[in-house]
């Protein structure tokens, strides 16, 4: 098996390493490069072309792969590498140097792929693309190349001038990544030594990591090394983590490193987890035509890009791996309104008013909270309530209730201010309910099969259309400007599955209309450039990398008052950065000072937000929960810029909790560790603190929240805590 190295790339502690393998296709290694001296040179596998792409009117891929994966069709048969251009530059949000390294492929039908990878100085990952032409490069490089290298023009430039292909090219599949040969470190099939790590979702219980054996998934290899065997997972729809997270992981037990992607997509994607022979390939990007009815056509002289995939690897495990990813966000906070910097505490009237808010209830409400540290206030759903409706079937018209506010928004929005708080409000910009007076205007909605499409409750603009952006325009920013308000909730609570007509294909008319409703987004920041964004959708269900880069934070969970709350909050540290995680602390006037302090504690693990029946509590409860608000703007600079360490032994159930969790974040010169012990946990167990926290410790325990009858002690490297009763919380700063 003739194969060779072509180029290696050192960015910052990853090694790419391009391979030409015998076939004259390249293939892309990512290798933490502190086990460079640990790899198996040139595994004996046949590895995929970093480009993974199916062409209509091209040969289907073998080995019973029909139905399973388009991966290794007719159309990468055909590729052939042309050259490799280093581009470098400058990253347009940190400022910070930045390599772009781009592989360049064609076929004998006139196609050209463009494969970039790219490298911001600083960062732990890097970020993955690939661009179909339908025609060729204008350059003379249109045969067969030897991969070698061209230091590219330095500006940025992706194509150069492009001769047309003679007619349309019809894409079934385009990957964003592929990456081959795993695991380099083991010449043969790694039995018993690779791990798939995968992250569920679901309404309410949000960033369930699933860790599987590839022997338990069938990922072994067959006798004969030509039958493929491909898990294809992913999400259909306008919810991209409503099944799984935009997330996976391959880990080598036996050599201690984890590869691992994420997808910024606000559309339908996949994952794929490939294997014929001794390695395995992984690879993702948008759902294809097999898996969400994906086709996209591309005229002559035209070209396309895949959204970007983010890639690392590292010798921490999975969890380290998560964090790695999640940094790639970290250089668009800088792009947020100033006042994010201090991750100011939150009120959000949901929980208390339920959908019905008023100029009356949020009077009552404010002048209780007033006092207690609170600076942004949010008026949820139902202000626009038309009289005998409900908040859940009509939104889309946008007109303040002169019921619920007989003196207008703007005598609100000044009591909020008259307060010291920022004011926000809620809007489901693309949905609409069935009581709205534009439900009925179809001529703006999105159809499936030349009909309407709708559930039983909604309907769906067409963000594509010029009316529609024209409308909303008016109702959401014109009501943020009339009425003062700094801060949108912005909420997405359907979905309409697999597409819509418009295009080509079901899948693309979807691809279509989530990017005019990003684009919606991203004109509404530069209309009203210190808008507070929140990002929502029925919770968690669009916490993926890319809307995150365009807002300040997300709603964590629709879990608003649920014992599960800190496990989701904590398994979320996987996915989004803390500091952009708004969790619900829901406070009821039953609440004893247990579950007081319980539902404060869980806030610890991302950003403060509460609700419920602030206006009919005891003193002291008020102090419970002012001690907890105290606390958490001393730990404020770990969760705007920490690292996160898991500890726990909880049993298997997602809301009837048993064991214990422990959260232990360190970060801005500050280390706290949040405890919360569930049903049937040891009266007393040990927390090992990691080496490199323990050293740094000089003062031991000097900040406690904590609920009544739970306790802590520390006692050189371990933490040991005590408790009385179940469900109870502990949280410690360590100095």
Not at 17 to 39: F, Q
Not at 419 to 441: R, S, V
Not at 589 to 595: A, G, N, P, V
């Amino acid at each position: 098996m003739e194969k060779h190295i072509s180029n290696t790339f050192t960015l910052g502690d990853l090694t790419a390493r391009y391979i030409i393998e015998e076939n004259g296709r390249p293939v892309l290694d990512l290798i933490p490069t502190s086990k460079l001296g640990d790899v198996v040179e040139l595994k004996k596998s046949n590895g995929d072309c970093l480009v993974q792409c199916k062409l209509i009117g091209d040969q289907y891929p073998t080995g019973y792969s029909g139905g399973v994966t388009l991966r290794n069709s007719g159309t990468v048969d055909h590729m052939h590498l042309v050259k490799q251009d280093v581009r470098k530059l400058t990253d347009e949000i940190s400022g910070k140097p930045r390599t772009e390294i781009d592989t360049i492929l064609a076929d004998d039908a006139h196609h050209t792929w463009i494969h970039t990878l790219g490298f911001t100085e600083g960062e732990p990952c890097v970020d993955s693309k690939t661009t179909f032409i339908n025609g060729e490069l204008g350059d003379g490089s249109l045969g067969p190349g030897d991969g070698s290298l061209v230091t590219g023009p330095g500006d940025g430039s992706l194509v150069h001038d492009i001769i047309p292909a003679p007619g349309d090219a019809s894409l079934e599949l385009l990957s964003s990544f592929s990456l081959s040969n795993i695991t380099p470190f083991s010449e043969g099939e790694s039995h018993n030594k690779v791990k798939i790590h995968r992250i569920r979702s679901k309404w309410s219980d949000e960033g369930w990591l699933i860790s599987e054996t590839a022997e338990s998934l069938q990922l072994e290899p067959a006798w004969a090394y030509w039958p493929a065997k491909s898990i294809r997972y992913g999400q259909i729809g306008t919810m991209p983590v409503r099944t799984f997270a935009p997330f996976g992981a391959l880990e080598d037990t036996e050599a201690g490193v984890v590869w691992a992607a994420s997808l910024a997509i606000e559309s339908s994607w996949q994952m794929e987890f490939y294997r014929r022979d001794a390695g395995f390939n992984f690879s993702g990007g948008l759902a294809d035509r097999e898996f969400g009815h994906w086709i996209k056509t591309i005229a002559p002289g035209e070209s396309f890009t895949t959204p970007t995939a983010i890639l690392t690897a590292s010798t921490r495990g999975v969890d380290d791996a998560c964090q790695r990813l999640t940094s790639w966000n970290k250089k668009f906070l800088a792009l947020n309104p100033a006042s994010e910097e201090s991750l100011p505490v939150m009120f959000n009237e949901y929980c208390t008013t339920w959908g019905t808010p008023s100029e009356k209830n949020i009077t009552d409400i404010l002048d209780a909270i007033d006092g207690h540290g609170i600076e942004y206030f949010v008026v949820d759903c139902g202000w626009f309530l038309e009289d005998g409706k409900d908040w859940g079937n009509s939104m889309g018209d946008y007109i303040p209730s002169d019921t619920l506010f007989p003196n207008g928004l703007g005598a609100v929005t000044k009591k909020i201010h008259d307060k010291g708080m920022k004011a926000g409000i809620w809007f489901e910009i693309d949905n609409i309910g069935k009581f709205a007076h534009i439900y009925n205007q179809e001529e703006l909605l999105l159809k499936r099969d030349g009909l309407v499409l709708e559930t039983q409750n909604r309907r769906f603009f067409d963000m594509r259309k010029p009316e529609v952006k024209a409308y909303l325009t008016e109702r959401v920013n014109g009501t943020l400007k009339k009425y003062g308000f700094e801060y949108i909730k912005m909420d997405y609570n359907d979905t309409y599955g697999l597409g819509c007509d418009g295009a080509e294909s079901l899948g693309e008319g979807l691809r279509q209309d989530r990017e005019a409703s990003l684009d919606f987004v991203r004109a509404l920041k530069k209309d009203i450039p210190n808008l507070i964004i929140e990002n929502c959708a029925s919770g968690g269900h669009k916490t993926e990398p890319l809307m995150m880069s365009l807002v300040s934070q997300a709603s964590f969970s629709d879990a608003h008052e649920c014992t599960n709350i800190p496990v989701i909050a904590a398994a979320l540290h996987r996915t989004i950065l803390p500091r952009q995680s708004q969790i619900w602390c829901v406070i009821r006037k039953t609440d004893s000072l247990k579950r007081l302090a319980y539902s404060v504690a869980a806030t610890f693990l991302g950003r403060m937000c509460f609700s419920g029946d602030v206006t009919e509590l005891t003193k002291e409860q008020w102090a419970k929960i002012d001690e907890g608000i105290t606390f958490y703007k001393r730990i404020v600079p770990a969760i705007k810029d920490g690292y996160t360490w898991f500890f726990g032994d909880r049993g298997p159930a997602a809301r009837k909790l048993e064991g214990w969790q422990g959260i232990l974040r360190q970060g801005g010169g500050v280390t706290y560790l949040t405890v919360h012990v569930f049903d049937n946990a040891p009266r007393s167990f040990a927390i090992d603190l990691p080496e490199e926290v323990a050293a740094s410790l000089k003062e031991g325990i000097v900040g406690e929240y904590k609920g009544t009858g739970i306790s802590a002690m520390l006692s050189d490297r371990t933490l040991t805590v005590t408790r009385d009763e179940d469900m109870e919380a502990l949280a410690l700063i360590l100095r």
